[in-house]
């Protein structure tokens, strides 16, 4: 094997290499993406339960 076809084999090795750590590297994003939204959501969640609660307990507040 010539010094430029083991070149070439080491190339293509560095390329599978590189294509792979994109793809991980989509994947973490995407898992990223994933749960920043969840994470946000149970904020929202939280805080429409909490106005709940807070309205519920001035209403009884009302009849004491």
Known sequence: MSDWEKDIAELRTDVKHMLQSQETMQQEIKNLQKFSAMGAGGLKALVIIG??????????????
Do not use: T
């Not at 309205?55 to 004491?64: C, N």
């Open 51 to 64: 106005i709940v609660l807070g309205i519920i307990a001035k209403w009884m507040g009302l009849f004491d």
